[in-house]
Each structure stands twice: as C-alpha cells, then as structure tokens.
C-alpha cells in the first residue's frame, strides 16, 4: 500500500487539486472518446477506437482509486463540470443546426490528441513521486508509453479525417 500524500510529505491540497483536475479531464475524455468509437466506426482503426475509449475508462478509474490510496477527497463537482462542458461543447455555432460540420470530427481528434498529450504530464509525476510515495514506477511508465500509442492512433484518425474535413458534401461523422 503506498503512503498517503500527507505521510509523504506533499502538499495535499495541491496534489488533491491537481489529481481531480485531471480526473475532470478524464471524464471529458472518456464521453468524448467513446462517442468518436460510435462515429468512426466505417473507418479502419475503428476496433483501436473502442480499445482506446475503454483505456480511457480505466485509467479514470485508475485516476480515481489513486486519489482515494493518497488519502486524498475527490471533488465530484469537477467531474459534473467536466460532463457539462463536453456536453456544451457539442453545441457550438457552426451554422448546421440539425446536422454535425465535416470539420467537426477533425477539431475532436485535434482536442483529444491534446488532451492525450496533457494526460502524459499525470503519468509522468506520477513516475517521479512513485519513490517517495512508496508506488512501483513501472505502473506510470506503463500509463505513458500507453498514451504515447493513444497518440499516435490519434494521428492516424487525423490523417484520416482531414482529406475531407473541408470538401463540400462530404459525410460528417
């Protein structure tokens, strides 16, 4: 069992801060990572999606137990945030009130690979605080090079939206 962040040393209420920031993110994540599954479902890395959207559930969970193990309070309000915003988000003004922009799909993989890329700073200070907390750091090393793959699949989603994402009539996913 690893020590809580105050037997640790660390400033809880940064820490508890900056892991529900993260956990809030997440959950943004997740909603939107599985909606992309459903979308993209005609395209060829369609099976990575849905792999990539269950990654994304676990390692909210992972997130979320890890708070709870350094004895620290999840903050439920940044997750109700977060499901708002993501929700919110899906209603921007892009003059097509029944239907999604083709440009559409593309700006959610920008902002997932974002996201993705945001996700890597967690794991690595996780990794560095691992020794005093009396954590394994191979499980944040593990949780990064995942994410560095979850990147590069959004890259290949990417490379597959954009040749369309401009061209009148094409299908918005």
């Known amino acids: 069992m690893p020590l809580t962040a105050e037997q640790a040393g660390l400033d809880t209420s940064v820490l508890e ?52 193990e350094l004895g620290l309070d999840t903050l439920r309000y940044r997750q109700l945030a977060a499901t708002v915003g993501e929700k919110l988000g899906r209603l921007k003004l892009n003059r ?23 996700k890597r700073g967690l794991w690595q200070v996780m990794e560095a605080l691992a020794p005093r907390l009396q954590m394994d750091p191979a499980e944040w090393q593990e949780l990064d090079a995942q994410a560095v793959a979850q990147s590069e699949l959004l890259d290949r989603v990417h490379a597959a939206l954009r040749p369309d994402a401009f061209v009148p009539g094409s299908r918005p996913s």
């Open 17 to 68: 801060l900056y892991l529900n920031d993260h956990l809030a993110g997440a959950t943004g994540g997740r909603d939107r990572a599985h909606r992309m599954a459903e979308d993209h479902a005609d395209l060829p890395v369609a099976g990575e999606l849905t792999r990539f959207a269950r990654q994304l559930d676990e390692e909210w969970d992972r997130v979320d137990r890890l708070i709870k």
């Open 96 to 118: 097509r009130l029944t239907q999604r922009s083709p440009m559409t799909p593309l700006l959610e993989t920008e902002l997932m690979r974002g996201a993705v890329n945001a």
